[in-house]
């Protein structure tokens, strides 16, 4: 989804003409409602303290945004405003956006958009709080980077002040602080397996050349492990 939306981006940037320049915003819209709910479920499963009904209820709300998204060619989702904005960027670059102002459902779905990322984010910080420190500190991290990224878009999208997209950098963070945290993981949870792996077998040759008959039963007398030694022991 995220490589997607850059797809997008990149195709908006290009067009000559905000009639042209409309559907690639109809179809960064899509994605980012797909994106919405990926990420919901992924922290869901990530952190164990999301409401499921919460989660349900603003997936089928992106479900909805993405099949009006499809389906609704008027007014409601894009109108046929044109909204060109130029960006001047140092050392003489432009940047000029050929867009359409945003319908009323667009609109409405940046609003449900803000009270998303204020509902993540604070399962995020209650991930954190409850102990979860190593695990919740990236997540928080990634979630602000995507807020900012967010905001700035959408007030730039509306008009509020001037400047350069970057949601897509935004996610281009995100997935930079997962990888780099989950890849931290791995690397401990290897060494972790190895020290395990090297303990088992200083276990296993204690275990196999001990004197003295080592056993294992459960509570109704059943052996369950019984030394190698006791074929010395027992002759059996």
Not at 45 to 73: C, E, M, P, Q, S
Not at 83 to 95: A, T, V
Request: net charge negative.
């Amino acid at each position: 989804s995220v490589g997607l939306y850059a797809v997008c981006c990149a195709g908006l940037y290009n067009v000559s003409s905000p009639e042209v320049g409309v559907e690639w915003q109809r179809f960064q819209v899509i994605i980012l409602a797909a994106l919405a709910v990926a990420l919901l479920w992924f922290i869901a499963d990530y952190t164990g303290h999301t409401n499921r009904k919460v989660v349900k209820g603003f997936t089928l709300y992106y479900l909805f945004a993405i099949l009006t998204g499809l389906l609704i060619r008027s007014d409601l989702t894009w109108t046929s405003i044109a909204s060109i904005k130029e960006i001047r960027l140092p050392f003489g670059y432009n940047i000029i956006y050929n867009e359409m102002t945003p319908g009323i459902l667009t609109d409405f779905q940046s609003l449900v958009g803000i009270i998303y990322f204020i509902y993540i984010i604070m399962v995020g910080l209650k991930f954190y709080r409850s102990g979860n420190k190593e695990k919740g500190l990236p997540l928080l991290v990634a979630i602000s980077m995507l807020f900012a990224g967010s905001m700035n878009d959408t007030f730039v999208s509306s008009g509020f002040y001037d400047f350069i997209y970057i949601l897509e950098y935004s996610y281009i963070g995100m997935i930079l602080v997962f990888t780099i945290f989950l890849t931290n993981m791995v690397i401990k949870a290897g060494e972790i397996k190895a020290a395990l792996r090297e303990s088992e077998s200083k276990f296993r040759q204690i275990y196999d050349n001990i004197v003295d008959v080592y056993y294992e039963a459960s509570l109704d007398g059943i052996i369950l492990e019984v030394s190698p030694s006791i074929e010395k022991n027992s002759q059996y």
